[in-house]
Every structure is written in C-alpha cells, then in structure tokens.
C-alpha cells in the first residue's frame, strides 16, 4: 500500500492519480470524482484528502476527541468474550430404591440376604433392599451368574415393604418353576427367616435383618 501510495500524484483539486498512466489529471479532464484508496492518506500538503474537492480537512472521520492513532489501537486490542465450554458426561445415574430416612443419594440399607448353598455361586451372598430386587443371571439388583437354568434377567424378586415389615417372592420372567420351601410360587409369596428357595438350579436360603423385632425406620 505504501509503494502505491508513493506512486500516485495529487492534482491541485485534490485528485489522486498515477502518473505512469496519465500525463494530467484524468478526473479533471473529464469531470469526474476520484475517492482516495485510503481515507486516512495524507496529501503532498500532508492533509488528509477530502473527497469533495474543497481542499478542508476529511474531519468526518476523524474521532471526536482528534486522538486517531489511539483508536485504532484500541481496535488492535480488542479481543472477543471466550465462551466456556460447558460438557457434559452421557452417563446417567443408575436409579435404585432409597429409603427416605437415608441421606440424599445412599442407597437404602440391607434388610436380609438370599445365600447360595449350591451350585456355581455356593456360599455367595447376595443383598436385599428396601423395595424391589429382581433377580437375573447377567443383570438385576441380584445376579447369580454361572446358572443357565436362570433367566437373564427379572427371572423373580424379593420384595421388602417396610410399612408391613414384610418380605415377599415373586415368579417374574423365569423359564423354569420358582420353589419355597419345594412348593411352587405361581404368583407371589410371603417369606420367612431361613425359607429355602430354589431359582433354576441354585438353591438358597433366606436370612432377614428387618422385620418385627426391628427395622431401620426406628431410627
């Protein structure tokens, strides 16, 4: 820019021109109007170009406190807001029954356990909670892997309801007859301390921790 600028010649009414391509003023021969290349050009008169000719100062675009360079440099200077990026994980937080006396976010407290007394997962524990804890082979609140007699999952449930105290088996999605005590379960069934229960060919047995002589709501 400032090669060209070197280049280009300023008639008496202000034109600018290159001289390597006319002998005089060609907006002036021709009655036409030439815009400077950059508005902030100074002339050979070292003022800045007016484009209408009178030879005043192109003070429209000057700030109005006169101070050009400071301006520009704060342009220079200026730097956009950076958003943060907010992320946020795809994992969701598995749900389970929680008993409202619990802190926020515990899981609610053991009630009883089932304990294999054979096959693969022989002398296994196994957790019961207040509310609902299926059983499954591969998934559920109870797995007992190894035995393919058990549905994968939702093959039954235990059941605790603290309001009654009581612990309750259901047949849910087995391939195979659910046994307490050697009787089937066609639908559902109280349980009691020590019941013996068969789920496909895993037997266990039930041990209670809450029941009539006491529960975690007492406190």
């Avoid at 400032?2 to 280049?7: M, N």
């Avoid at 730097?79 to 619990?102: F, K, L």
């Avoid at 639908?187 to 301390?193: F, G, I, Q, T, Y």
Wanted: charged share 20%; hydrophobic share 30%; proline share 9%.
């Amino acid at each position: 820019m400032a090669e060209i600028q070197r280049k280009i010649k300023t008639c008496p009414n202000g034109h600018p021109y290159d001289p390597s391509r006319f002998d005089s003023c060609p907006y002036c021969n021709s009655g036409g109007f030439a815009p400077t290349l950059d508005p902030f050009a100074q002339d050979s008169a070292g003022e800045t170009f007016d484009p209408s000719g009178s030879g005043s100062s192109f003070s429209s675009t000057v700030p109005p406190d006169g101070d050009l360079d400071s301006h520009r440099q704060g342009y220079e200077r200026f730097t956009p807001t950076v958003i943060p990026e907010v992320r946020y994980s795809g994992r969701m937080q598995e749900t389970q029954s929680v008993d409202p006396a619990t802190p926020a976010g515990a899981p609610s407290p053991v009630v009883g356990w089932l304990v294999a007394l054979d096959g693969p997962c022989r002398g296994t524990d196994y957790r019961i909670r207040i509310g609902y804890n299926y059983i499954g082979r591969t998934s559920g609140d109870i797995c007992i892997h190894g035995d393919a007699t058990i549905s994968s999952e939702r093959d039954s449930s235990v059941t605790y309801v603290p309001q009654t105290r009581g612990f309750y088996i259901a047949h849910e999605l087995g391939k195979n007859p659910l046994l307490l005590n050697g009787r089937p379960v066609i639908r559902e069934a109280e349980l009691k301390n020590h019941d013996r229960i068969t789920i496909g060919s895993t037997n266990l047995i039930f041990v209670a921790l809450s029941g009539e002589d006491f529960d975690w709501s007492e406190g």
